[in-house]
């Protein structure tokens, strides 16, 4: 059974980066059919999508994070990293990594679906 | 950016009823839609996806329907582990969105 597990400091201090890896056990990361990908959620808020990544490395970024965030891949590791930099209070979430799952539809189309989920990690950004 | 409302933001029901959430987006996205279901202190869960789809091992009481920019969320009998917040999540050209959130609370 596919499991995520997210890793990382619990506290950042503000305008430093923020760094979290996801680690994927029980299946490979390196599948045709799957992106890997960051969800944070704000203590009492709701979801907010970061980036998400392919196995050979292409990215696509929540263009209101986009200028401060980075997510990478290392197949041999089964992994993939989020970096977010500049933080500030804003920034202190509950940070998911996710895999999505491509579905063909009705239309011949592809679209992706987060299936998996890690337990989560709690980032708190101050001095 | 394609942005979804849901509506409404909370609502208050018993166990036993029928339960309908929407989901509205600011552009048409055929059927790339999603719902979600979490629980505090937990991950989502997929629920739904391309809109009507239901995801192996969710209970059949729960149903969505829609297409371009109106979805629904329906939950045909309320059950008491359904007590949870729901969330919509849109996919259109590899970006995600998700809705605010519908809290459903116990009457």
């Known amino acids: 059974q596919l499991q995520l597990q997210e890793s990382g400091p619990g506290l950042v201090k503000p305008s430093e980066t923020l760094s979290l890896t996801c680690t994927v056990s029980?299946?490979?990361?390196?599948?045709?059919?799957?992106?890997w990908g960051w969800i944070r959620q704000p203590p009492g808020k709701g979801l907010e999508w970061i980036g998400s990544?392919?196995?050979?490395?292409?990215?696509y970024y929540n263009p209101s994070l986009k200028s401060r965030v980075t997510i990478s891949v290392d197949t041999s590791k089964n992994q993939f990293s989020l970096k977010l930099s500049s933080v500030t209070a804003a920034d202190t979430a509950v940070y998911y990594c996710?895999?999505?799952?491509?579905?063909?539809?009705?239309?011949?189309?592809?679209?992706?679906?987060?299936?998996?989920w890690g337990k989560g990690t709690t980032v708190t950004v101050s001095s | 950016a394609i942005q979804l409302t849901q509506s409404p933001s909370s609502l208050s029901a018993s166990v036993g009823d029928r339960v309908t959430i929407t989901c509205r987006a600011s552009?048409?996205?055929?059927?790339?839609l999603a719902w979600y279901q979490q629980k505090p202190g937990k991950a989502p869960k997929l629920l739904i996806y391309?809109?009507?789809s239901l995801e192996s091992g969710v209970p059949s009481r729960f149903s969505g329907s829609g297409s371009g920019t109106d979805f629904t969320l329906t939950i045909s009998s309320l059950q008491p582990e359904d007590f949870a917040t729901y969330y919509c999540?849109?996919?259109?050209?590899?970006?995600?969105?998700f809705g605010q959130g519908t809290k459903l609370e116990i009457k």
């Open positions: 996710a895999r999505s799952r491509r579905e063909l539809t009705g239309d011949l189309s592809y679209y992706y679906y987060m299936d998996v």
């Open positions: 029980g299946g490979s990361i390196s599948s045709s059919s799957y992106y």
């Open positions: 990544i392919y196995y050979s490395g292409s990215t």
């Open positions: 552009q048409g996205i055929s059927s790339a």
């Open positions: 391309d809109a009507s």
């Open positions: 999540q849109q996919f259109n050209s590899y970006l995600y969105s």
